[in-house]
């Protein structure tokens, strides 16, 4: 049986477009806290996805997703063609926008690929684990960063989707 492998806090659309390698100027560096009253409930798109996984997959399936988005500020460093994400206390994610994809861990037996692209306004993360792939895309309107995910798996009948609101920290 393949096992539930998520990041903590990363996932979405791919740009549309050209999926062109370019940088990501408009992407702000800085540090950023959720905005609760502008996001969607990522809680309930996870419930509404896993309501068809089987009672027996359910709270593992429940508990690794949930993960994905337990983390309420991040500081994103964007120069040039390289982009970095440091979520609370998980070790940092650097990558070469449309680069190969590097190794991260979130936790012990929880390693994805990461890869990156750019279009020049946003920058898409994406996240392949065993069974799960997450893209999310970062894009900064004014002082806000929005986070747009999408989480696709065998195990769900439907992609999870959902978009966060962050608020500049610095």
């Not at 998520?6 to 100027?25: D, V």
């Not at 905005?35 to 896993?50: C, L, P, W």
């Not at 970095?84 to 998980?90: F, H, Q, R």
């Amino acid at each position: 049986m393949r096992h539930w492998t998520l990041s903590a806090a990363i996932g979405a659309a791919l740009i549309s477009g050209s999926g062109s390698a370019s940088p990501a100027q408009d992407v702000v560096s800085g540090s950023y806290v959720r905005d609760e009253k502008h996001s969607d409930d990522a809680f309930q798109a996870i419930e509404s996805a896993i309501a068809d996984v089987s009672n027996a997959k359910r709270p593992l399936a429940r508990m690794r997703l949930r993960k994905s988005i337990a983390t309420t500020r991040f500081r994103i460093s964007s120069s040039g063609s390289r982009f970095s994400i440091k979520y609370d206390d998980k070790t940092p994610i650097v990558v070469w926008i449309g680069g190969e994809p590097i190794k991260w861990k979130l936790v012990e037996g929880l390693v994805f690929d990461v890869s990156a692209k750019g279009n020049g306004e946003a920058v898409s993360l994406t996240f392949r684990g065993d069974d799960i792939e997450r893209t999310t895309v970062y894009r900064s309107i004014g002082q806000q960063l929005v986070e747009e995910t999408t989480i696709i798996s065998p195990l769900l009948s439907t992609p999870i989707v959902y978009k966060l609101v962050y608020n500049r920290a610095n």
